[in-house]
Structures are given as C-alpha cells and as structure tokens.
C-alpha cells in the first residue's frame, strides 16, 4: 500500500470514528434522548419499527443505540477491533436507512443513496483493507497474541 493509501484510510478510520464517537457520546450525556421520535415516523417495514417502540424493547433499542455508536466510535479512533465496528456500523446504517426510505426516496433531498448509504460503503472500505492495522492498535495486538501463542506452543 502506498504512502497516500494509508494516509487516506487512516483518516477515513479516524473521522468516521469521531463522528461516531460523538454522535454517541452526546446520546449518552443526554438524559432527553430516546430513538422514538426516528421510529416513529418509520416508512418501511414499519411494523417492525413500531415494535422496537413498545415500552420493553424502546430501552435496549436506546441502550444498543447510545452505546454502539460509541463503541463504534472507539474501536475505529484507536484501530482495534475495526472489522467488527465496521460490521457494526453496516448494520446500524442500515437500520437507521429503512426507516426513511420511501423507495425511491430516502428522506427529503436523497434519492435511492444518502449518507446512511455512504457510511455503510465506507465500513466496508475499512473492512476490505484491515484499516485497524495501518496505524491502529490491532497490529501491535495481534504481533503480542502471536508472541504468547508461540510462547504457549
């Protein structure tokens, strides 16, 4: 991989992390927020959202959401982990596209393709090319496992 590659995935790990990051962060600091009001107004499949509303699931739902996207956030800023952030964040994109898709539109200035769309192409991005291990803490994780595991062999 060439110099400006890794330049580029890194800063496409760290921004996408930040945005992540804070996006979850300011839920959590934020005893106001619930997901309800997004579900509610859900286009497709919206008997599916209208259940994640009901009073036993809406907690785990902000809970999952509050927390994932920070977790998220983290594994992609420190580069550990980030193929399973990145599988994580495919899935919240998707999950957060649905409910305001009315095909071909999806909100009010997108057609097919908003920024749900772009991030879950972005994750796989990081996926596609192991972006924790340009300038990530998963390369040095993975030569200490090696090390123990030959140490234990």
């Known amino acids: 991989m060439t110099s400006i ?7 496409l790990r760290i921004s996408l992390g930040w ?3 804070y996006a979850g962060i300011t839920k959590i600091l ?12 859900a286009k497709t499949f919206s008997l ?7 009073p036993s699931v809406l907690p785990v739902i902000n809970f ?16 550990v982990f980030v193929r399973w952030g990145s599988y994580a964040g495919v899935l919240m994109m998707a999950l957060y596209y649905f409910p305001i ?4 539109v999806v909100g009010d200035h997108s057609y097919i393709v908003d ?12 996926v596609g090319f192991d972006a924790g291990k340009t300038w990530g803490l998963e390369n040095r994780i993975s030569s200490i496992l090696r090390v123990k595991k030959a ?3």
Do not use: C, D, R
Not at 30 to 41: F, H, I, M, R, V
């Open 5 to 11: 590659q890794k330049y580029s995935l890194f800063l």
């Open 19 to 21: 945005l992540f990051f």
């Open 30 to 41: 934020n005893p106001e927020w619930s997901a309800a009001g997004y579900l509610k107004g």
């Open 48 to 54: 599916f959202y209208q259940w994640l509303l009901t």
């Open 64 to 79: 999952l959401n509050e927390w994932g996207l920070t977790f998220i956030g983290v594994s992609l800023i420190l580069g």
């Open 101 to 104: 898709l009315q095909f071909p």
């Open 115 to 126: 920024e749900h769309i772009i991030y879950i192409f972005a994750f796989l991005i990081l």
């Open 151 to 153: 140490e234990i062999v």
